[in-house]
């Protein structure tokens, strides 16, 4: 059976070119693209039916709709002649027509909403973009339905979530994926995690998936169905309260999350892509709802929210430069939805009804207006020399956002008047943290770094059969080099162990943090910027690492090859020189040099003493260390410069040579002149 082909992403006035998957660098590619924007018009319900109203929406084709469609009415006859003019005592109809990318109509099932919807955003996601797709209307217009529905007719995040599972399928003897879930709702402006409700939950900017909420826990999952358990739990937590407009009416604007994570196999590109897929509350007046006190002001909040919402869309649509997003949490959560690094789907659900007149009419031109949004699309690969490319601007940007949060930072401390003890306090424990999370990135690195050497010593071990002629010193370069091993394999450990001791200090330093807050809560503005700030460090820290991790990953598949080929012609090396010895055509001069390639092979460093002065060895004794032994030395001669861990050469040059000099190195290591004989009994002049 043929493998289905993933094509290109789908959208207007778009060309993003796909590209090979076999290709191993990927260079960003940046496109705008317009928000897809359909409307979906739901059967008119029970009341609607037997009161005395009629529809004002008329379904014209898949992309036209007619509202408050003009009405053949019976003609009037005065005295038995038919009056020509309107009849003045109705009102006129607006008779707009409307087109978007699609309509649907009163039929359309949820899979249809989904063929031409979602479906297409699946290639998207696995070519590495981000999505999104929200649905926006009034209170009873059908978002939850076609978001949601119901378990014997699921809505379309189900059916979209499906159709990944089959791409997954699809994909996964090329690709390794990595699935998360996240599911949260925003009610009265306050972010909860439907999944785990607790305390509420902040927002942050992150430089792969965009806007995160700090501290969500991402669920991973297998199949769809777990997903539909999920969703189920999820909605059970959601805030609904019935309305006159819908019995189970959702008040809160609900966001769920699909994080995915692809690998190439082939060439260990790896992409990652953010699903968002968000059912709004729904737009209403306080007369729709029928509810005073607590629900009006829980609607006015949802008003307030919606409006900032549709402040943004104005000024995206207007192509302005200044978008409000940070106006309301939803507009901050929906940021990379809307103008950013997004391709959007709004699904715009009506109601036919007259009784819905303004809110159908407001919920339309607010979709007219959405189509006018470009955004800017770019592949999230992670890549090389972007990273490369990119980092002064990052380091620029950090740089800036930290003068800002400072100036803040000070303006709300004079403002507050806190207690400089307390400030201190903080003060001390963010220091603590920033120090932590330095140490956490130099360890990490070290322990790439000394993983890599080992790989490196363990290849020069797997090579000494391949030359050597003596047993004897066969067995002892083994064990030498066995050795070293075996020391980068401590030193992995210990720096294991510390890794997993900085990380618990961590934990504890935050939960530090988060008590200081809940106790002063004059401080939590500032705590507020400072995590922010904390977080946006971790996140460059740890796309260093995974970039270092990828730099090292693909070294040691070159070593890989090239030990293979080594070994091949050491062994052919070996046979060719053991004839010319047998019948006795060896030089002394080839078998120096077949001995001096031995030494080199099994990554014995040469030292050549330049000392002009009688050290008790002749001035250009040329002598060889085994890094075990040049490593303590070389600690010694400099101990404070010489961080061997740090030290780069493996990635720069793979043959080192080190050149020292030999009564400098002597009288910084021993502090004697006759320090050479004391040396001599750990060198192994060959
Ligand atoms: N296309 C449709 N076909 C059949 N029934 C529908 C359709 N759309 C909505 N309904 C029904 O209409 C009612 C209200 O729909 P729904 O709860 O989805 O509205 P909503 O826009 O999410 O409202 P709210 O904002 O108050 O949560 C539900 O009983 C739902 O089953």
Known sequence: MGKPEYRSPRHRNVSIKSRPLTKPKTTLVRSSANVKVVVRVRPPNDRERTENNRVVVKVVDEQLLIFDPKINTQSFFYHGVEQKGRDLLRKANKDLQFMFDRVFGFNCTNEEVFENTTKNLINSLMDGYNCSVFAYGATGAGKTHTMIGHSDNPGITYLTMAELFKAKQALHTERNFELGISYIEVYNELVQDLLNPGAPLQLRDDGRYGVMVAGIKVHKIENPQELFMLLAQGNSNRTQHPTDANAESSRSHAVFQVYIQMEFKATREVRAAKLSMIDLAGSERGSVTGYGGARFAEGANINKSLLALGNCINSLADGQKYVPYRDSKLTRLL???????????????????????????????????????????????????????????????????????????????????????????????????????????????????????????????????????????????????????????????????????????????????????????????????????????????????????????????????????????????????????GHGFATDLLCQEYQSLVDHLQGRKHITWDSPVDSGLSSTTSISLNESEVIPVMRKFNNENLNFLNNTYVMDSPKPKVKVCAEELMAKVYKTPNAIKKRKDIVHPN
């Open 335 to 581: 940021k990379d939805s809307l103008g950013g690094n997004c391709q959007t789907v709004m699904v715009a659900n009506v109601s036919p009804s007259s009784l819905s007149y303004d809110d159908t009419y407001n919920t339309l031109k607010y979709a007219m207006r959405a189509k006018k949004i470009k955004s800017q699309v770019k592949k999230n690969v992670v890549n090389v020399e972007l990273h490369a490319g990119e980092y002064v601007k990052i380091v620029e940007e950090l740089k800036k956002e930290l003068e800002k949060v400072k100036a803040q930072l000070r303006e709300k401390v004079d403002e507050k008047k806190v207690d400089p003890k307390l400030s201190m306090q903080l003060s001390k424990v963010i220091e603590d943290r920033k120090k932590l999370l330095d140490r956490m990135y130099n360890v990490e690195c070290s322990e790439n770094m000394v993983m890599l050497r080992r790989q490196l010593k363990e290849d020069a071990d797997a090579r000494l059969s391949g030359l050597f002629t003596d047993t004897s010193k066969k067995e002892e370069a083994h064990r030498r080099l066995g050795n070293t091993v075996g020391r980068f394999h401590r030193q992995e450990d210990t720096l294991k162990n510390e890794l997993t001791n900085i990380k618990l200090a961590k934990i504890d330093l935050e939960n530090k943090t988060v008590e200081l807050a809940k106790k002063h809560p004059e401080i939590g503005q500032m705590i507020e910027l400072e995590n922010e700030r904390l977080f946006k460090t971790e996140s460059q820290y740890q796309a260093s690492v995974d970039l270092m991790q990828k730099k090292c990953s693909l070294l040691e598949e070159e070593l890989k090859s090239r030990a293979s080929l080594l070994e091949k012609t050491c062994k052919m090396l070996q046979s060719c020189y053991l004839q010319l010895k």
